[in-house]
């Protein structure tokens, strides 16, 4: 099928409630003519759209790069992207006028990130699956409810901002917890109350993590960031993992 032959879809994005059907844990669902993708590729919805602050993020996974890059869309029901993804090529067509997504493709064993490096291998369990998925959207609708999308965050919750701006504190200043782990992410603990910090290992052995329960007793989301951050950065980043330990 060429890419004249194939007509033009329109993209709505929503973000609605994600694992354990919380919007502590949102996801971004797609929708393409006004159905689901998750239908579209799979009959059902039973799996998850990915975060919306890994998706609707400042690098914009969702916009093609000049050579196009395959980005993972959906995840399974366990909200973990190991046990099984659905990854799609997000390229601009030949005339640029179109966003393309092309080449689906079913996967387990993914590293958790959503840009999958081209080195990666995509099909390593159970066997190679692919699916002929080839929707075209319009250039400038896309890139409209993407912008849209990404600048709308009603979504977020009172622990998300907190654990949002709690992470742009600490991100920058790249401290090195001991062997080797560095910052990865902060997000919301409701079950157990607290901010979860995850710092991210790659050599002590793959995916090893270093995990913080942090908290304060404000409720103000922005003042409840910078509490935790000077309750932290009080205290030597060795001893991190004594002072907070992580609530299970």
């Not at 919007?23 to 799979?42: A, I, S």
């Not at 959503?114 to 099909?123: A, G, K, N, Q, T």
Request: charged share 30%; with cysteine; hydrophobic share 40%.
């Amino acid at each position: 099928m060429t890419s004249e032959s194939v007509a033009r879809s329109e993209l709505r994005i929503a973000v609605v409630p994600g694992f354990e059907k919380s919007m502590t844990w949102p996801q971004v669902r797609y929708l393409v003519d006004g159905v689901d993708l998750f239908v579209v590729v799979h009959g059902d919805s039973d799996w998850l759209g990915l975060d919306p602050d890994t998706m609707l993020d400042p690098d914009a996974p969702l916009i093609p790069n000049e050579s196009g890059r395959r980005v993972i869309l959906l995840m399974c029901s366990c909200a973990e992207i190991g046990c099984g993804s659905f990854s799609a090529s997000i390229e601009w067509s030949p005339d640029g006028d179109r966003v393309v997504w092309t080449a689906g493709r079913w996967a387990s064993g993914e590293s958790d990130v959503v840009v999958v490096p081209d080195s990666d291998r995509l099909d390593d369990w159970p066997s190679p699956r692919s699916h002929p998925l080839c929707i075209e959207f319009d250039r400038q609708q896309y890139l409209d409810e993407v912008a849209r999308a990404t600048a709308d965050r009603r979504w977020e919750t009172d622990s998300r901002i907190t654990a949002r701006l709690l992470a742009d504190r600490l991100r920058p200043l790249d401290i090195v917890v001991e062997p080797d782990f560095r910052f990865q992410r902060c997000s919301p603990d409701d079950r157990n109350g607290g901010i979860r910090v995850s710092y991210l290992s790659p050599t002590v052995r793959p995916h090893s993590q270093q995990l913080l329960t942090v908290d304060s007793l404000l409720t103000d989301p922005v003042a409840r960031a910078d509490d935790i951050a000077e309750r932290m950065l009080s205290v030597d980043p060795q001893r991190w993992a004594v002072d907070f330990p992580p609530k299970w």
